[in-house]
């Protein structure tokens, strides 16, 4: 596939010059190489300037790779997990397969656009979520407990926050997921009956 020019709507790191370029700046893209500076001079004015500062890491996101894992090891071939976004809509994390550019890491979707990674071990976090500090925040507060940042989307979605079929009985709507899922991710659920819509006369 032969390289695209456009104008980068993220930040981004150029793979020639592995500097940082910013949102609206000309690049060239290509599937499974990435973006460049789409005029390479701007690739020797970025390399005379200052290093750029390390990429920021969150080790204490490493609970959520856990949890992603262990349900890969109950037999899970390709787990994800959906929870709320900041500002409304859908926040997905999957575990990148072993033909991905990081395998292994955590890959970030909000509302269906892909917003970075989280790559193991230390939690170096990479794409446009390195720069989007209330997003990074929000992972740490699912880090923390995911069986409840789970419970919220499904009490606010009535939908399930990994298989994302829909909530019938009240006790997957109460935990935010249903018995199936339950066992795959290994977490609590007990059946509290099933809703029933009464017709008033």
């Given at each position: 596939m032969s390289?695209?020019?456009?104008?980068?709507?993220?930040?981004?790191?150029?793979?020639r010059c592995r500097r940082r370029f910013s949102p609206g700046t000309a690049i060239e893209w290509a599937r499974g190489t990435g973006a460049t500076h789409a005029n390479p001079a701007e690739c020797a004015a970025a390399l005379a300037g200052p290093p750029p500062p390390p990429a920021p890491t969150a080790p204490q996101l490493r609970s959520v790779y856990d949890f992603l894992i262990a349900a890969q090891q109950r037999g899970l071939k390709h787990p994800?997990?959906?929870?709320?976004?900041?500002?409304?809509?859908?926040?997905?994390?999957?575990?990148?397969?072993?033909?991905?550019?990081?395998?292994?890491?955590?890959?970030?979707?909000?509302?269906?656009?892909?917003?970075?990674?989280?790559?193991p071990p230390d939690g170096r976090i990479a794409g446009p979520l390195a720069q989007d500090q209330a997003l990074v925040d929000v992972l740490l507060l699912i880090a923390r407990d995911p069986a409840a940042a789970a419970k919220e989307y499904g009490a606010l979605m009535c939908k399930c926050s990994f298989c994302g079929l829909p909530l019938t009985d009240d006790g997957s709507v109460e935990v935010g997921y249903g018995p199936v899922c339950a066992k795959k991710w290994g977490l609590p659920w007990q059946r509290k009956g099933t809703r029933v819509v009464q017709e008033v006369a």
């Amino acid at each position: 596939m032969s390289p695209r020019t456009l104008i980068s709507k993220y930040a981004g790191i150029c793979t020639r010059c592995r500097r940082r370029f910013s949102p609206g700046t000309a690049i060239e893209w290509a599937r499974g190489t990435g973006a460049t500076h789409a005029n390479p001079a701007e690739c020797a004015a970025a390399l005379a300037g200052p290093p750029p500062p390390p990429a920021p890491t969150a080790p204490q996101l490493r609970s959520v790779y856990d949890f992603l894992i262990a349900a890969q090891q109950r037999g899970l071939k390709h787990p994800k997990a959906r929870f709320l976004a900041p500002g409304g809509g859908e926040l997905r994390l999957s575990l990148a397969g072993e033909r991905s550019k990081v395998p292994g890491s955590i890959q970030v979707y909000v509302r269906d656009g892909w917003v970075g990674r989280v790559e193991p071990p230390d939690g170096r976090i990479a794409g446009p979520l390195a720069q989007d500090q209330a997003l990074v925040d929000v992972l740490l507060l699912i880090a923390r407990d995911p069986a409840a940042a789970a419970k919220e989307y499904g009490a606010l979605m009535c939908k399930c926050s990994f298989c994302g079929l829909p909530l019938t009985d009240d006790g997957s709507v109460e935990v935010g997921y249903g018995p199936v899922c339950a066992k795959k991710w290994g977490l609590p659920w007990q059946r509290k009956g099933t809703r029933v819509v009464q017709e008033v006369a």
